[in-house]
């Protein structure tokens, strides 16, 4: 893999030179919101737009054909990395937000009716709510909200004692954007289909840091965005079992989703063509095949040692602090969340940025969440492979710094 080191199977991550827009000193503690690119991915994009461009599907020319195969290997990549069964289950989208209101509109839209029930939880993220709203809104279905366990955890056992056959979908996070917490997936997915209901697993923060499989989790819809995962932004992915995208009617209309066009009746491609209208993301695509080679090349298992191992340093450093309260359960994958008494999430960013702490302040897209917790906002330090032991330290000198601030 030009470009970057491959790290042994016994040695520590030592990734942070892969990453050209990471100064040295500069500690970021984002990655949940989106992360860093490493230089094979930044060539991989480079490459596709300075060397081999061309459009997909359409040209009849060689560089067309070259690029229709480079992207479609993109697909059958994808559908390797997350267990798909075909590379026709992989939809790309424009992201993670995209896949979920696509399948709230071609499927949910349609199969749901006046009386049916969407099952979500207390920790969503907005992209895994408001769809939902809009269609139960349209066509008269009621949304329940399952809570979650006193460290933060959706409460599966409540979930268990709500659902009834009324159910038809259940969307839920497979770790938390705020809580770090991780959700038992194949329990979600034997309670939903208990009573008959579908389930669709809200990947965006576990793609990145947890060995995902959706054919073994038994889920029905599986989404994951591109740039959480190293690769670019604009571009996401919908696995959904091939039974069900057969059923869903197309969402947009345009070029590339037809079979064939009159101006008295249109037909439709099949999946996964039916789901992306238009030009694509073609050089997104290629910068995704690199992320997940630079992924896989280090190890999803291995990666998720290393975030653990920094969110308990993070933990046992910050659990420290009189004034701070820590939130979420002490395994959360790669996240840890946190406010002071006293002192606005905002504040703490502020204070942390002029020491060249780069963390996340405000609500994270999830205010009821906020509101269960009893806080307008949180403080968010996330890890992804760039981060070491280092940056922990910089996190807790900074926090001490705002606990000094502000007396």
Request: hydrophobic share 45%; net charge negative; charged share 20%.
């Amino acid at each position: 893999m030009a470009g970057s080191r491959v790290v042994s199977s016994a040695a520590p991550l030592d990734t942070l030179a892969d990453f050209p827009a990471i100064p040295s000193g500069w500690a970021y503690l984002d990655t949940a919101a989106t992360a860093q690119k490493p230089q094979v991915v930044v060539d991989a994009i480079t490459r596709a737009y300075g060397e081999t461009y061309a459009t997909v599907h359409r040209g009849v020319y060689a560089r067309s054909a070259d690029m229709t195969v480079a992207y479609e290997a993109v697909r059958g990549r994808v559908a390797r990395f997350i267990g798909a069964a075909s590379p026709e289950e992989c939809v790309f989208v424009r992201g993670a937000t995209e896949a979920i209101n696509l399948v709230a509109q071609c499927w949910a839209g349609t199969q749901l009716k006046a009386g049916d029930r969407i099952m979500l939880s207390m920790l969503e993220h907005h992209s895994n709510i408001v769809p939902w709203q809009m269609v139960a809104e349209r066509v008269g279905a009621a949304i329940d909200v399952c809570p979650l366990t006193a460290d933060g955890r959706i409460d599966l056992d409540a979930m268990g004692t709500m659902l009834t056959d009324r159910h038809k979908l259940v969307a839920l996070a497979h770790v938390s954007n705020v809580l770090g917490s991780v959700l038992d997936v194949p329990r979600a997915v034997e309670l939903a289909h208990g009573v008959g209901a579908k389930i669709l697993i809200d990947g965006c923060q576990s793609v990145p840091r947890l060995p995902v499989d959706v054919t073994a989790l038994g889920c029905d819809f599986y989404v994951f965005s591109a740039h959480k995962l190293y690769g670019p932004t604009g571009l996401g992915v919908l696995w959904a079992r091939a039974d069900l995208l057969d059923v869903m009617p197309p969402w947009q209309g345009g070029g590339s989703m037809i079979d064939r066009v009159t101006f008295a009746k249109t037909t439709y491609a099949p999946p996964p063509g039916r789901f992306e209208a238009g030009t694509p993301h073609i050089v997104g695509a290629l910068g995704l095949h690199a992320a997940i080679d630079y992924v896989d090349a280090i190890g999803l298992s291995r990666i998720h040692a290393h975030e653990t191992a920094l969110v308990a340093q993070a933990r046992e450093a910050l659990g420290s602090i009189n004034s701070v309260r820590l939130l979420g359960p002490d395994d959360s994958a790669g996240i840890v969340s946190f406010t002071i008494e006293g002192v606005h999430p905002h504040d703490i960013g502020t204070i942390l940025d002029e020491a060249q702490v780069a963390i996340r302040a405000g609500h994270h897209c999830a205010q009821p969440l906020m509101d269960a917790l009893g806080v307008d906002a949180t403080a968010r330090a996330s890890f992804g492979v760039y981060n070491g032991p280092q940056d922990v330290e910089a996190l807790v000198k900074g926090v001490e710094r705002v606990t000094r601030i502000f007396g």
